[in-house]
């Protein structure tokens, strides 16, 4: 995360666990560390992940909250985000 912050802009993509869960869930044979989890447990492991790597994420230079937001949305809110942060 050091290296990270030094060399770049880090952004956090919050979703709620359960948004995250429907979009991942759509992507799960493309996820590896998700694949491989039942059916039933995968909402409580995305729950269990975030929880688990909250800390980390909250130190990102721009979090963005993506619930409830269309794709345009969310990139129309990175770009302002990332124009504050780079002028």
């Keep these: ?10 952004i956090y993509l919050k979703w709620e666990a359960e948004e995250l869960f429907h979009r991942l869930t759509h992507e799960g044979a493309q996820r590896p560390l998700f694949s491989g989890v ?3 447990q ?3 492991f995305v729950r269990k992940h975030l929880e688990d ?18 794709m ?5 809110q990175l770009v302002k985000a ?5 002028r």
């Design 1 to 10: 995360l050091d290296w990270m912050k030094q060399h770049g802009l880090t």
């Design 38 to 40: 039942p059916d039933d």
């Design 42 to 44: 995968r909402l409580d």
């Design 53 to 70: 790597r909250e800390s980390y994420y909250r130190q990102a230079d721009i979090i963005l909250h993506g619930d409830n937001l269309s």
């Design 72 to 76: 345009e949305e969310s990139v129309e």
């Design 82 to 86: 990332i124009e504050a942060i780079t």
